[in-house]
């Protein structure tokens, strides 16, 4: 029933109102209607005016984007930060052997010594693209500068 009085009142306003499916036909039999039928209220009949509702939807939608854009800088940091512990784990592996002196190093030390600065340096170049892609989807997501704070 708000809804039919704000209708109508707008209607008389200066401009008309952009409309969702056939609002303003609705023909509102009352007379059919229980009291407790009167009293259901759907989401038809709320007093929200569609351009309250499609600024609301706008709000959502540009949370939705900083959501997202939060939730990708976060996947960058995880896998950063799995990324730094692991080249860190190998070279811990790699500091044990070099310590021992090489006239007692065996062959398999010395091949083992090779592979870990090989994954060291797969791993960094790895990490490497990875900065660089937090990078570049940082400047190409709108809105960046918003959700940083000052420091």
């Not at 990708?72 to 021992?100: H, P, T």
């Not at 190093?105 to 060291?120: G, S």
């Amino acid at each position: 029933m708000e809804l039919k009085q704000s209708l109508s009142t707008h209607l008389e306003a200066e401009k008309p109102l952009r409309r969702y499916g056939a609002v303003e036909e609705t023909a509102w039999k009352t007379e059919r209607l229980g009291r407790n039928q009167l009293d259901i209220i759907s989401m038809a009949e709320t007093t929200m005016m569609p351009e309250e509702i499609e600024l609301e939807m706008a709000k959502i939608q540009r949370l939705r984007e900083v959501l997202v854009r939060r939730e990708s800088e976060l996947r960058f940091m995880m896998d950063d930060i799995q990324l730094c512990k692991d080249i860190m784990d190998l070279k811990q592996e790699l500091q044990n052997l070099v310590a021992i002196p090489e006239k007692e190093k065996t062959k398999l030390q010395k091949q083992r010594e090779d592979e870990l600065i090989q994954k060291i340096h797969k791993l960094v170049q790895k990490r490497d693209f990875l900065v660089d892609d937090a990078e570049v989807e940082r400047l190409r997501l709108p809105g960046r500068e918003e959700s940083r704070a000052p420091t």
